[in-house]
Every structure is written in structure tokens, then in C-alpha cells.
């Protein structure tokens, strides 16, 4: 108990004073979660859409495939990113191993399932609603998803949240891929490891308290963001 | 001039659902002018049959067959449903989606939007949401929507159902003025009263099947059949 508020004064402390280091791991844990988060989106919303209006042979296998993806261990993702990447390893040459972008990769690979698996549920549900309507107004496929992906932007940004809590409470797979370098590519997560294995636990929770404020701090940013939006009744 | 989409030849068309058929076999021509009405009990196939004529339902055996010079027929239909389908966009939004799909710039599509739920006496509510207004306001909403592309031929399922009198009333001004603008309309309803003021000719449901079709005077002064004698006195049928 006592740690616990020993951590929250040391967080209290370090955010007052503005200390640089934990601003630097701040700002690249966000920089990377967020960047994972946007990219996995491009890729997660239009896709859980797709398989939500479309229906050919594979489908069930598809979306049974994304659902199994949701709960990959981020360790072993790590892993195949780091093999991919390493000097050996066929993108090797690319030198992207211990680089911000190698996290950003694995990130993606871990969020892109739950994004797409989350639009998947909601735009199936709106399809159900929409189905009659937009096949009597001859809408194209194309016009279809985009009504879906915009009408269905609520729950879709719901989705992107779960992917960006997802990314930046990751550990697992960005120590393998970044290294947990300093000044390089230590974000919270990776901080509060360290800290924790060298027993520094004070330092360890006041990481911790700080990461919990980020994330919440996003997804309050977000959610005042969608309330401002004309139409927020939705 | 464009081609009409019309005529719409039904040939020998049933539809089975469940393992049972529900409707057919149905052979009908709809062509001309004017306004049909689709009668029939509950459970008769009303909805089925609009459905089946939009094109919104598989059918089993038999032919479905729009004029085909004509292009793209399904963009020159409009359906409205039984239960008025919401987008989650407002009044306005949703009046003006049509034309949005069509291409029409945003700010023409919005004028006009405007100008129909004026007319359509949803003025008051245009920046409300869809989802959140009356279900009589929904049905107008539906048959705004329907209107905007100024479509050849109209499909209404039961359009007045949830509306009180004087909305029925205007509702039945607009399809009055819809007819007279040469949309070709076809509608289902269980208001027999509707029926004589708005219908040219009748067709008569029952059990899937097509059992009386004709002029609006012949149907109401001296049905042919049993079932529709019973159903226009509310009695149960045979
Ligand atoms: N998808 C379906 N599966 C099984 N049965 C169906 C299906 N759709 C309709 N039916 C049945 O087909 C029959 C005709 O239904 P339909 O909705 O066309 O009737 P209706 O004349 O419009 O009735 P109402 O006046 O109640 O609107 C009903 O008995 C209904 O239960
Ligand atoms: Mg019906």
C-alpha cells in the first residue's frame, strides 16, 4: 500500500517538474501506439466492413482466422517480427530491428485482428439495419460500405480505442523488437519492466500511473473530440 | 424522353420460405398508369409480393421481367417499407441520401431534401435524428426518401399505418399529386376506405395467390370471390 503511494507521488512528482526522460518514453510510447493504432485502422475498419457486407466462400474462415488472431501471444509475434527483421532474416536488410517502426510492425500484427474483429460485429449489426434499405436504393458496394463505415463511425472509433489500449499497454512484443533501448526505443511499457526487474517498484508504479493517465487521457480526448461532431446524438 | 422501366411482367413466379410457399404461383402485368392496391389479410403475401416485384426477394420458379431497354430499372424504383428503416443521420441527411448515391452536389441535394420535408410537413424536423422522431413522422420520412428521386414506379407497403387521420390524409394528397405526376404506384394497405379513395384497379391476396384482380368499382360493388366478399365486410374469411 505504502509503494502504491509512493508511486503516485513519485508520478505526481515527475509530471510536475516535467522530467525530460519521462517526457521522451511518454511521447514515443504515444508516437507508436498511435501510429500502430492509425495504420491497423486503415487496415481493420475497412476490412471488418468488407466481411460484415460480403459474402463469399471463405468468409467463415476469414473472420473465425481474425477471431483466432485476436488472442495471438504479443511475445510470440515479437518473435516472428524480430526473426523477419534480423540481419538473417529476409527483410533484414531493411536495419529496421531496434527501430520505433519494428514496434510500430508488431503493434499493427497485434491490433489489426481485434480492430477488424470489433467493426466486424458492429458494421454486421448495422448491415442487418441498412440491408433492405440500401439494396432498394441501388447503392453500389462501394457506396454500401462507405455508408456503413460513416454511419457506423461511433462504434468503429470504439474499435480503434480497443486497438490503441491493446498497443499501448503492450510489452510483450515491442522489448523483443525495440530493446528496450534508452533514448531509442523505451516507451512506458518497456521502462516499467526494467524498472521492475531492478527492483526500483516506486519508479516502476509511477510509470505506471502515468501510462493509466495517457490512455485514459486518449480515450477522453477522443470521445470529447466524436461529442463535439455535429450530429453527436448518434 | 427515357424509356419506362414498365412494363413488369410476373410469370409463373412463387417464393418458398421455411419450407412452406408463400406465394404464388403468380402471374400479373403491371403497366399504365395509375395507382393498384394490394389487398389481403394477414399473412396473404402483400409484403412478399411487393418485394418480389422491387426485387429484394429470391423467388423460386418463374420469370421477374422489367422493361430491359430501359437500363437500370432498380434506380427508377422506390420502396417503402412496412417498418420505416432509419439511418443514423438526421431528417435532412436522410431525405437528401438518395441523391447523395446519385451524384447530386451536397448543397443541391440539401435544397432539395428541404424543400420535400417542407411539403412532406417534417420542416420543424429536419436536423432532429431519424431514429429519434415519431413512428408516424418515420413513415413520412420513408416516403420522403422514397419521392426524392422522382421515381417511375413507387412501391408502398402499407404506408399509412402508423399515421393518424389528418396525417393519412395528407399522405394520400401526396400520392393523389404522385400519380397525377405519372408515377406508376403500387401499395398494400388493410384500410378499405384508403382503398376506395385512392385505387384505379384491386388486387385481392389470399394465401400467396393473386385471387381477384381488377377495376377498383367492379372489386368493391361485386367481388367474384368468397374470400374478398368476407374481407371487405370483416368478416372472418372462408
Ligand atoms: N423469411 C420468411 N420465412 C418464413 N416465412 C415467411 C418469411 N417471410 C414471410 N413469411 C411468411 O409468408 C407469409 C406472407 O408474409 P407477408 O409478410 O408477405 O404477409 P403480408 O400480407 O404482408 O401480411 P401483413 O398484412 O401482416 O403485413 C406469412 O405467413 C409469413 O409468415
Ligand atoms: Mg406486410
Keep these: 500500500m505504502n509503494d502504491i503511494l509512493q508511486g503516485l507521488s513519485q508520478a505526481a512528482q515527475l509530471v510536475i517538474t516535467g522530467d525530460a526522460d519521462l517526457v521522451e518514453i511518454t511521447a514515443l510510447s504515444l508516437q507508436v501506439s498511435l501510429g500502430a493504432t492509425v495504420i491497423a485502422s486503415v487496415i481493420g475498419l475497412p476490412l471488418g466492413a468488407w466481411l460484415a457486407v460480403n459474402r463469399f466462400r471463405a468468409r467463415r474462415f476469414v473472420i473465425a482466422l481474425l477471431n483466432a488472431f485476436m488472442g495471438l501471444p504479443p511475445v510470440v509475434v515479437g518473435l516472428i517480427v524480430y526473426v523477419l527483421f534480423s540481419r538473417s532474416g529476409p527483410f533484414g536488410v531493411l536495419g529496421l530491428l531496434f527501430t520505433p517502426t519494428a514496434m510500430v510492425i508488431a503493434q499493427v500484427i497485434i491490433i489489426t485482428p481485434i480492430i477488424a474483429s470489433v467493426a466486424h460485429q458492429a458494421i454486421r449489426e448495422l448491415w442487418a439495419d441498412y440491408h433492405d434499405l440500401l439494396i432498394s436504393l441501388n447503392a453500389t458496394r462501394g457506396q454500401r460500405i462507405r455508408t ?28 523483443i523488437v525495440g530493446g528496450n533501448i534508452d533514448h531509442a526505443t523505451r516507451v512506458l511499457t518497456t521502462a516499467i519492466a526494467l524498472e521492475t526487474g531492478k527492483g526500483e517498484f516506486g519508479m516502476a508504479l509511477a510509470l505506471g500511473f502515468v501510462l493509466i493517465a495517457v490512455a485514459v487521457l486518449v480515450n477522453l480526448g477522443v470521445h470529447f473530440l466524436s461529442r463535439t461532431e455535429r450530429g453527436s446524438r448518434w | 424522353m427515357v424509356s419506362s422501366i414498365l412494363p413488369l411482367k410476373i410469370e409463373a413466379v412463387t417464393v418458398r420460405r421455411g419450407g412452406r410457399q408463400i406465394l404464388g404461383p403468380i402471374d400479373w402485368v403491371l403497366d399504365g398508369q395509375g395507382l393498384t392496391i394490394l389487398m389481403g389479410p394477414n399473412g396473404s403475401g402483400k409484403t412478399t409480393f411487393l ?113 393518424d387521420g389528418r396525417a393519412t390524409k395528407e399522405i394520400e394528397r401526396i400520392l393523389t399529386e404522385v400519380r397525377a405526376g405519372g408515377t406508376r404506384i403500387v401499395m398494400s394497405t388493410h384500410d378499405i376506405g384508403q382503398a376506395r379513395r385512392l385505387a384505379d384497379d384491386i388486387l385481392f391476396l389470399h394465401h400467396g395467390r393473386l385471387i381477384e384482380t381488377g377495376p377498383k368499382a367492379a372489386f368493391f360493388e361485386a367481388p367474384k370471390t368468397p374470400e374478398a366478399t368476407a374481407h371487405l365486410n370483416g368478416d372472418l374469411i372462408p
Aim: hydrophobic letters at 50%.
Design chain 2, 51 to 163: 418485394r418480389v416485384m422491387h426485387g429484394l426477394e429470391r423467388v423460386g420458379r418463374g420469370q421477374i421481367a422489367w422493361n430491359a431497354a430501359a437500363g437500370d430499372v432498380r434506380a427508377r424504383q422506390a420502396f417503402v417499407f412496412q417498418t420505416p428503416i432509419m439511418m443514423r443521420r438526421s431528417v435532412l441527411d436522410s431525405i437528401a441520401y438518395p441523391l447523395l448515391l446519385d451524384g447530386v452536389a451536397r448543397q443541391k441535394a440539401m435544397t432539395e431534401a428541404e424543400a420535400l420535408a417542407a411539403q412532406m410537413g417534417l420542416g420543424g424536423l429536419l436536423n432532429q435524428p431519424a431514429q429519434a422522431i415519431s413512428g408516424g413522422e418515420k413513415q413520412k420520412l420513408a416516403l420522403a426518401r422514397a419521392l426524392i428521386r422522382a421515381p417511375d414506379v413507387l412501391f408502398l407497403d402499407e404506408p399509412c399505418a402508423n399515421l
Design chain 1, 148 to 175: 456503413l463505415l460513416w454511419d457506423g463511425r461511433r462504434a468503429l472509433m470504439t474499435a480503434s480505442l480497443a486497438g490503441f489500449g491493446r498497443a499501448i499497454g503492450e510489452v510483450g512484443a515491442i522489448m
